[in-house]
């Protein structure tokens, strides 16, 4: 069974905190993805990775950067949190390399920033 | 750049009754995809089509690949409390980055008993 896992389900930050976002896959999948999800604006993509050490940026990148050391595990990182990056994250992963393959997705971080 | 207008943007119906939502763009797309989305969980596929004209099914669900390529619809029947939840269209980002997926800004189903 597909199984992509996030570290935490609810976080509480302080403002400025470094916040560290953890996601693993167990489907040998080349591409990963975090999200944000806000409500009445849908999901929007932050970044993207297609490989391991490679990354692109999405719609919205800006306050975030990400990591991908191994193929399994892609993390999104925080360094200054902020009040307005309180949002649910959705971490997803997809197998093919073009654009007509599902994306399997975590359960989602719910991250409160105060 | 590619947009997926999805509407309603919410539905507060009684159960046993049927739901219908859809997905158009200016764009054309040659895959739909369905997602929905339980509370507090992840969105998780329920449907893809991959043809104009396509109409597939699972189970109480039935979406349509609209022959234009720009529109699909997702229907539900006879709903139960389960099926609350947020539900998403989506399409392949050939303006952006491969192998993401534009997504509708979702319904929302609320199911009365």
């Known amino acids: 069974d597909v199984k992509v896992t996030q570290s935490s389900r609810y976080l509480v930050k302080r403002t400025g905190e470094k916040v560290f976002l953890e996601c693993v896959q167990d489907?040998?999948?080349?591409?990963m993805f975090w999200y944000r999800q806000d409500p009445g604006l849908g999901l929007r993509l932050i970044y993207f990775?297609?490989?391991?050490?490679?990354?692109e940026k999405g719609d919205i990148p800006e306050g975030y950067s990400v990591s991908r050391e191994k193929k399994e595990r892609f993390s999104l990182i925080l360094e200054s949190a902020s009040t307005n990056q309180t949002s649910m994250y959705l971490c997803?992963?997809?197998?093919?390399?073009?654009?007509?393959?599902?994306?399997?997705f975590g359960e989602g971080s719910r991250l409160t920033v105060l | 750049g590619q947009q997926l207008n999805q509407s309603p943007q919410s539905m507060f119906i009684q159960e046993g009754e049927d739901v219908s939502m859809n997905c158009t763009s200016s764009?054309?797309?040659?895959?739909w995809l369905w997602y929905k989305q339980d509370p507090g969980e992840g969105p998780v596929l329920l449907i893809a089509?991959?043809?104009?004209?396509e109409l597939t099914s699972n189970g109480r669900l039935t979406a349509q690949f609209g022959i234009t390529r720009k529109d699909s619809f997702l229907n539900i029947s006879a709903s139960i409390p389960s099926d609350v939840g947020i539900y998403f269209c989506?399409?392949?980002?050939?303006?952006?980055?491969?192998?993401?997926?534009?997504f509708g800004k979702g319904t929302k189903l609320s199911v009365k008993p």
């Open positions: 997803a992963s997809s197998l093919v390399h073009l654009n007509t393959g599902e994306l399997f």
């Open positions: 489907m040998d999948h080349e591409n």
């Open positions: 990775s297609y490989d391991v050490k490679m990354k």
């Open positions: 764009s054309i797309f040659n895959t």
């Open positions: 089509l991959y043809k104009a004209g």
């Open positions: 989506a399409g392949p980002d050939y303006g952006g980055s491969q192998g993401n997926l534009i």
